[in-house]
């Protein structure tokens, strides 16, 4: 399908959920390296690429946002045997090169590094402020040797607004993340094709929101954080 089919199909999907005000960000391989980009109707998604999807919509008085980047499974195994005991055919997973592995495995841990960081507070006053969350994600990424790469504030303030305050980014040190704060994670890597050494382009986003606690924090989703690119 082409990215523009598959924005129709999540805008479809919302819709018939409830929601109203969609917005749908969906881009393969290359474009993804491209963080607010518009789906493409020309691009078609080829064996190997990742891709990301940015959902959102307005339910009940209030606003969602949420990303995940995935990767489509490759060609199932051959079936094995005949009549009722064949093997069911299996999915194949694999990741397209090692480096796209690393990438995304770097942005989920820079996801957990600023989960961590909301309960970890390193002042004083034992206080969390939005750069602090910020930071902890950013420098997880920059000892991957990602770190120009991670280009937009980790995450912004969600409610009666998709954006609002408070915004998690470095140089926020003056405030605080308090409980009943709802706000997102959104760590990304993102290679442009003209700045990428491999000549390919890539980009990998995970956004999940999060609930400031008394105790912690709490995912809105109700799930956890995503597992792989194929279990979400």
Request: net charge negative; proline share 5%; aromatic share 6%.
């Amino acid at each position: 399908m082409t990215e523009l089919e598959g924005e129709r199909l999540i805008k479809d999907a919302l819709t018939g959920a409830g929601l109203t005000s969609l917005s749908a960000i969906v881009l393969f391989g290359a474009n993804a390296a491209l963080p607010h980009a518009s789906a493409s109707a020309a691009k078609r998604l080829e064996a190997g690429e990742f891709v990301l999807f940015d959902v959102g919509g307005h339910l009940l008085g209030y606003e969602s946002d949420f990303t995940r980047t995935m990767l489509p499974d490759s060609e199932p195994e051959a079936e094995r045997g005949a009549g009722c005991h064949a093997a069911a055919a299996k999915p194949k997973r694999e990741w397209p090169s090692a480096r796209a592995e690393k990438i995304w495995k770097t942005v989920h841990a820079a996801q957990v590094a600023a989960l961590d960081a909301e309960v970890n507070a390193n002042t004083a006053s034992g206080v969390v402020s939005a750069a602090s969350i910020d930071q902890a994600a950013r420098d997880l990424i920059a000892d991957a040797d990602f770190g120009p790469y991670f280009t937009h504030r980790l995450g912004h303030g969600i409610g009666l607004q998709v954006h609002e305050a408070p915004y998690l980014n470095s140089g926020n040190v003056g405030q605080p993340i308090n409980s009943g704060v709802t706000h997102s994670n959104e760590p990304g890597i993102y290679i442009e094709t003209k700045n990428d050494p491999e000549g390919l382009g890539i980009g990998v986003r995970l956004e999940d929101m999060v609930h400031k606690t008394e105790d912690g924090w709490e995912l809105l989703s109700g799930s956890g954080l995503a597992v792989s690119p194929w279990e979400w």
